[in-house]
């Protein structure tokens, strides 16, 4: 069985270890010899480095394990770039988030005027990583879930129309997994339909492998409870805010009860009581700062405290359960059907070919190939046209260094209520992303 050789990048991220975890759980099936970690901060991924070190040590030792900041040896001789890199770390997150909601406006990672402030700053280093890749190791592939997806992914087919770069989501993978508990299946067992753009999509069927059909059955639950199980089905998502985002899903199925509706529809749905629910001194990002990334840190200290891994775990997610089942897909040729973000080309009959959308795709060593959703409603299509606009400005608007076009991204926005406000946020925004963002004119 052929062995591969996988850089991650964005290697101090706290995804890195339950991938890695995920990783040694599957080498029956996905076999690996040679792992990198590659991030630009030295300090940060020095700690994940050196615990994964003695991770590896442990359980498989016979894998060549190193982690670095040179992007030569980061990306030369491997098959597969994992890449989750944070541009300008939760430090400019928290500034993505407290910006807008200043200004009465949604402040989030990936929606709104924040996704668009972190979508200007992502895409110059996700090219780099990408032209990095394709020097030193031409026939990789780029497994990316570095933020703001939908963005990035413009980005790629814009500037990198042929690299092989696949931009994924694990929101659709995770809530995939409440839906199966909700009817007592498990996720591999169901087959879904579904439309839209990256953190904006429908569920329009969940079936079995026989072909019995769940939705209605879901969208009955959903109704009541939202996405909030009775059990724990996840490692990520599970906070007291994401819970509140679960139970939300009841409401914004209300707005169009045939389809079940991706959460980060919230932004968009209900902005005036997201803003009226925030605390702008204290959001997501200084909840995952004192949550999340003190947890997977503190746990890669003690691990090179006491100099072994027996003991102390890192968690895996549905997260990590995606991005190894994607690369297996690729990797092997398996044909699996997963929710990917590609280029319409007729997938989503009604909605333009050169919008990158989401949707089921079959995935092989030839990467995905999308699979028809035919024609959606009006409702969702001009939600769509909007949102994809906004993203796809974003990017003009970086290409061109064109503050009108930011400006008129971020009003386009259906988070933000006037053309007024967005120039408020983005002189904001501006000032807080010098060095990060390309001058604007
Ligand atoms: P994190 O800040 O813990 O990790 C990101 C790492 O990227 C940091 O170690 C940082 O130093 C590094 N980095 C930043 N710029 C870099 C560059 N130019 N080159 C190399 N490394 C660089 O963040 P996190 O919370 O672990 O999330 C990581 C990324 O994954 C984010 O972009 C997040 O939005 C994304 N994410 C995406 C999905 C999805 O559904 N697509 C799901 C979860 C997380
Ligand atoms: C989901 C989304 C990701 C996003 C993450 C944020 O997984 O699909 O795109 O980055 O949530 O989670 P966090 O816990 O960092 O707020
Ligand atoms: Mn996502």
Redesign the pocket.
């Known amino acids: 069985m052929k062995k591969f050789s996988i850089v991650i990048a964005g290697g101090g991220s ?1 995804y890195t270890p339950g991938i890695v975890m995920m990783l040694l759980d599957h080498l029956e099936t996905f076999p690996i010899r040679k792992l990198k970690l590659y991030d630009n901060d030295e300090k940060r991924q020095h700690m994940i480095g050196e615990a994964l070190k003695i991770v590896l040590n442990e359980r498989a030792p016979e894998i060549e394990y190193t982690y670095t900041t040179d992007p030569e040896e980061a990306f030369t001789d491997i098959d597969f770039c994992f890449a989750h890199i944070r541009v300008g770390k939760y430090e400019m ?1 928290e500034l993505d988030e407290k910006i807008p909601l200043k200004h009465g406006v949604v402040g989030q ?2 929606c709104g005027p924040g996704g668009i402030a972190y979508g200007m700053r992502s895409i110059g280093p996700m090219i780099e990583l990408i032209d990095w890749m394709e020097k030193y190791s031409p026939d990789a592939w780029m497994l990316n ?1 570095s ?3 939908a963005i990035v992914a413009e980005a790629c087919r814009i500037l990198r129309p042929n690299a092989k770069v696949l931009n994924i ?3 659709p993978v ?1 809530t995939l997994r409440r839906m199966s508990q909700i009817i007592g299946k498990t996720p591999k067992e169901l087959d879904v339909r579904y439309f839209g753009l ?2 904006f999509g429908w569920w329009t069927s969940v079936k079995d492998k026989e072909g019995n059909e769940y939705l209605p059955q879901i969208r009955e639950y959903v109704k009541e409870n939202g996405y909030l199980t009775q059990i724990e089905v996840d490692t ?2 599970m ?1 007291p ?2 819970q509140e985002t679960h139970k939300k899903a009841k409401d914004l199925l209300a707005v169009d009860p045939r389809f079940l509706p991706n959460t ?1 529809l919230k932004y968009y749905f209900y902005p005036d009581e997201v803003v009226e629910s925030s605390n702008p001194k204290y959001t ?2 200084n ?2 700062m004192d ?2 990334e003190k947890k997977v840190f503190s746990t890669a200290r003690e691990i090179i405290e006491k100099g072994t891994a027996a003991g102390s775990e890192f968690a895996i997610g549905s ?1 990590a359960t995606f991005i190894v089942d994607l690369a297996r897909a690729i990797a092997f040729n398996t044909h699996e059907r997963m929710i990917m973000i590609v280029e319409n080309n007729g997938a989503i009959a009604n909605f333009d070919d050169d919008a990158m959308v989401e949707v089921p795709c079959i995935v092989g060593s030839d990467g995905p190939e999308p699979l028809s959703q035919g024609k959606i409603p009006e409702f969702q299509r001009a939600l769509m046209l909007q949102q994809v606009t906004v993203e796809k400005m974003v990017v003009q608007a970086y290409i061109e260094g064109s503050y009108q076009k930011l400006w008129q991204a971020l009003t386009l926005s259906k988070t933000v209520p006037s053309a007024k406000v967005a120039k408020k946020v983005l002189d904001d925004l501006i000032e807080a992303n010098r060095g990060y963002w390309p001058e604007l004119k």
């Open positions: 706290t997150r990672e990936t879930y933020n703001p997806a989501c694990d929101m995770g990256n953190h990520q998502h906070d805010s994401w980060y997501r990002a909840e995952v949550g999340r997260h």
